[in-house]
């Protein structure tokens, strides 16, 4: 919406792999950025469900 804003302040990593691949055509630094992303992403799951369990608790 705003293009990253002034300086790239309002980018987003997603964003940013989405130039990197499409608009820049840096792919493998896309997909590298891509893969950052999804191990950070999996380690918070893995640390969520060794602290706080695998189940649904519904209220």
Request: hydrophobic share 45%.
């Given at each position: 919406?705003?293009?990253?804003?002034p300086?790239g302040a309002?980018t987003?990593i997603?964003?940013?792999i989405?130039?990197?691949?499409?608009e820049?055509?840096?792919?493998?630094?896309?997909?590298?950025?891509?893969?950052?992303?999804f191990?950070i992403?999996f380690?918070?799951?893995?640390?969520?469900w060794r602290?706080?369990?695998r189940?649904v608790?519904?209220?």
């Amino acid at each position: 919406m705003t293009g990253g804003g002034p300086n790239g302040a309002t980018t987003t990593i997603i964003y940013y792999i989405y130039n990197n691949a499409f608009e820049w055509y840096h792919m493998g630094y896309a997909a590298a950025i891509s893969w950052v992303l999804f191990l950070i992403i999996f380690v918070i799951t893995v640390l969520k469900w060794r602290f706080y369990g695998r189940s649904v608790h519904y209220s």
